[in-house]
């Protein structure tokens, strides 16, 4: 008798013993999500997206918490510490061009002349083995092509028609050496600055106009900022839902393929909504703003110099944009 309940007495202590442990393994995996777009931005709505699918298909696994308006700081900062787990996911774009030379090619004005366009080239092996493979080694990897989109000119000087009229402005651009170069080419003056400090720098005087996408421009509110909104489409910007590689290693396989489908199948659901946000917002930008169309043939020719110094500056560069202009 003595012995079974000296038995009993070691089982309840073990069980006692092992039930944190228990508790601990059946908590979810937790993966911070940053982005630096506002709420209502296209970033915002597909990041939201992506974090319901996933949270429902790894339910009790795996749990998406999203941080938008760039909560876990600017796109140069979550670049840097997502490569260490801090955060282990974040939405960037421009600023992938400074994590690998060859994302610049998509600052090359005028390159990507529509979502269909983008979709071929996003699904080209060729396009991803120069693009993706280089970053897994750079302490990344990219598991999704989303969209920020086409972007157009927003000042508070005058109608932006022709390059020559972008003289003396003083605008505001993403990180990340190209869009300086395109916009000093044009004749303007470039600073890049954090999304987050523009509003107040436009408001304040200290930079006279700035260059997004609608859904960025109206999330934002811009348009409560500036007179003139100019319909340049200059550069159409993709997003990328980048992982850590330290952070990815350390998942389990079904979650990583998990993660990695409903990535990629969002491209679709980005491109979708940033094609009805583009039609929907124009009417709540213009006004207040007083839009007007540009002299695209003027711009394009203007961005020869870009696609050179590209070409000359960056390895393998003058190939990757031929075959882009390949799958037009």
Do not use: C
Request: aromatic residues 8%.
């Amino acid at each position: 008798m003595k012995r079974e309940v000296g038995i009993i007495l070691g089982i309840a202590i073990l069980a006692l013993a092992l039930s944190p442990l228990v508790a601990q393994a059946q908590q979810p995996i937790s993966i911070r999500f940053g982005h630096v777009g506002f709420p209502g931005s296209l970033f915002a709505l597909t990041a939201d997206e992506y974090a319901k699918r996933v949270n429902s298909a790894l339910k009790g696994k795996v749990e998406v918490k999203v941080f938008h308006s760039s909560q876990l700081g600017s796109d140069e900062q979550m670049s840097r510490g997502v490569k260490v787990g801090a955060p282990e996911m974040f939405l960037p774009s421009t600023v992938m061009s400074t994590v690998e030379q060859k994302f610049g090619v998509f600052e090359m004005p005028y390159i990507i002349v529509s979502r269909a366009h983008i979709k071929k080239v996003a699904e080209n092996k060729q396009a991803q083995q120069n693009l993706f493979e280089p970053l897994p080694a750079k302490g990344m990897r990219i598991l999704g092509v989303w969209e920020n989109g086409f972007r157009h000119i927003t000042n508070n000087v005058r109608p932006i028609a022709k390059p020559d009229d972008l003289k003396g402005i003083k605008l505001r651009v993403p990180g990340g050496v190209w869009r300086v170069k395109m916009f000093k080419a044009y004749g303007a003056n470039p600073s890049p600055m954090p999304l987050a400090e523009v509003y107040s720098a436009l408001q304040s005087g200290v930079m006279d106009g700035q260059e997004n996408p609608f859904p960025q421009i109206a999330s934002a509110r811009f348009q409560e900022v500036q007179k003139f909104l100019s319909l340049s489409g200059h550069v159409y910007t993709p997003a990328y839902l980048v992982v850590g590689e330290d952070s990815w290693k350390k998942l389990p396989q079904d979650v990583q393929a998990t993660l990695s489908k409903i990535a990629w199948e969002m491209g679709d659901f980005a491109r979708s909504e940033g094609a009805r946000l583009d039609k929907e917002l124009m009417g709540k930008l213009a006004p207040p703003m007083k839009a007007n169309e540009v002299d695209k043939d003027g711009f394009i020719k203007a961005s020869a110099s870009i696609y050179e110094d590209f070409g000359k500056e960056v390895a393998g560069a003058a190939e990757l944009v031929r075959l882009i202009q390949s799958l037009r």
